[in-house]
């Protein structure tokens, strides 16, 4: 059975260097945070669960209900928020929270979905602390103009709306 190694390295510089350094390793993955391998080794543990969206995540695909968004991205090597040519930092919640919902804009994720995404475990109901992280990208996505914003799913979750 082939192993897996996983790296974790903060910054791209580093990631170059764990990626020159694992070079001979059979199979690898390198992440940026512990947050993002945790949340890779879910998705091996649970082949039926949603999927959060890349860490990378460009919106380049339309709502469902809606047009597409591309002047909206999450450059994750940076942690950086961007709209058109505005860029504000996030939060490593904030990041994880955005790359969720802008990698799938207009599809509503569950409180127990993004719970498993962004915090690495399961939803126990109490919602505040989603609900402060969400208000805090609100904000952001005002300072920095985005017309997209996050629509609450009364009861469900929530969903990246193009307007």
Same mark, same amino acid.
């Given at each position: ?9 903060? +910054? ?6 764990? !990626? ?20 890779? /080794? #879910? ?8 999927? *959060? ?6 919106? #380049?695909?339309?709502? *469902? ?9 999450? #450059? +994750? ?13 996030? !939060?490593?919640?904030?990041? #994880? ?51 997209? !914003? ?9 969903? /990246?709306?193009?307007?």
């Amino acid at each position: 059975m082939p192993s897996l190694v996983i790296g974790i390295a903060a +910054s791209a510089a580093e990631r170059r260097q764990l !990626t020159q350094l694992l070079g001979g390793t059979e199979t690898f993955l390198i992440v940026s945070s512990a947050h993002q391998a945790r949340r890779f /080794l #879910d998705l091996l543990r649970a082949p039926g669960a949603a999927r *959060p969206a890349p860490a990378r995540a460009p919106v #380049d695909e339309p709502p *469902p209900a809606g047009g597409p968004v591309p002047e909206l991205a999450v #450059d +994750s090597d940076r942690r950086v928020l961007r709209w058109r040519e505005r860029e504000v930092g996030l !939060t490593p919640l904030e990041h #994880d929270l955005l790359v969720c919902l802008a990698g799938t804009p207009g599809q509503v994720w569950t409180y127990a979905q993004l719970h498993r995404a962004v915090w690495g475990n399961d939803h126990l109901g109490r919602g505040s602390d989603m609900h402060s992280v969400v208000r805090r990208v609100r904000r952001k996505l005002g300072r920095v103009g985005a017309a997209p !914003t996050i629509h609450a799913v009364r009861g469900i979750g929530f969903r /990246l709306a193009s307007s």
